[in-house]
C-alpha cells in the first residue's frame, strides 16, 4: 500500500510538471496553425525600413503555396522565413527560387536570407516576440538574429 502511495504521488509530480506553460506562447502553436508573426526591424527603425519589410512580407503572401510568413529585417540581412502548404512540399525548390528571383528582382540592394525550415520559422516567431518585451535590447536581437542565419547555413 505504501509503494502505491509513492508511486501514485511521485507520477502525479511528474504528470503535473510536464503541463508547465513557460516560454513565449506563440511560437509553441506557430507551427500548427498561422500566427501571421509582425514584421520587425532590429535598430533604426525608421518608417522606409518598416514600409520594407510590410511590402516583403505582403510580396511573399502573395505565393499561394505558402500560408505563413516571418520577416525580420537586422542591420545588414533580412531574414524571410516561410511554412508551405502540406500538399505543396514536393515543390519546395522551385518554390524558394521562386521566392528568391521575385526577392533579389523587387529588392537588388538588399541581402535575403530565405528557409522554409521550420526551425528557423520557430526562432524568428520567438525573436518577434521578445521583441516585444521592453527590456530585450537591439543589440541581444541582432546576435539573435546572426545566429538564426548561421543555423540556415548550417542547415544547407
Not at 503541463?19 to 518608417?47: A, M, Q
Amino acid at each position: 500500500m505504501r509503494k502505491c502511495l509513492i508511486l501514485f504521488i511521485v507520477m502525479g509530480t511528474v504528470l503535473v510538471g510536464g503541463c508547465n506553460n513557460d516560454g513565449p506562447k506563440e511560437s509553441g502553436i506557430s507551427l500548427i496553425k498561422t500566427t501571421n508573426p509582425t514584421p520587425v526591424t532590429i535598430g533604426k527603425d525608421t518608417k522606409k525600413d518598416q514600409e520594407l519589410v510590410r511590402s516583403v512580407e505582403k510580396d511573399i503572401e502573395d505565393f499561394d503555396e505558402l500560408y505563413d510568413v516571418a520577416v525580420i529585417k537586422g542591420k545588414e540581412d533580412i531574414l524571410v522565413a516561410y511554412k508551405v502548404k502540406h500538399m505543396q512540399r514536393f515543390h519546395m525548390k522551385r518554390i524558394e527560387k521562386d521566392i528568391n528571383k521575385r526577392l533579389e528582382d523587387k529588392y537588388p540592394e538588399e541581402n535575403f536570407i530565405v528557409s522554409s525550415d521550420y526551425k528557423i520559422f520557430l526562432e524568428a516567431v520567438e525573436l518577434e516576440e521578445n521583441m516585444k518585451d521592453s527590456n530585450y535590447s537591439q543589440k541581444e536581437a541582432e546576435k539573435k538574429l546572426q545566429e538564426i542565419i548561421k543555423l540556415k547555413k548550417e542547415l544547407t
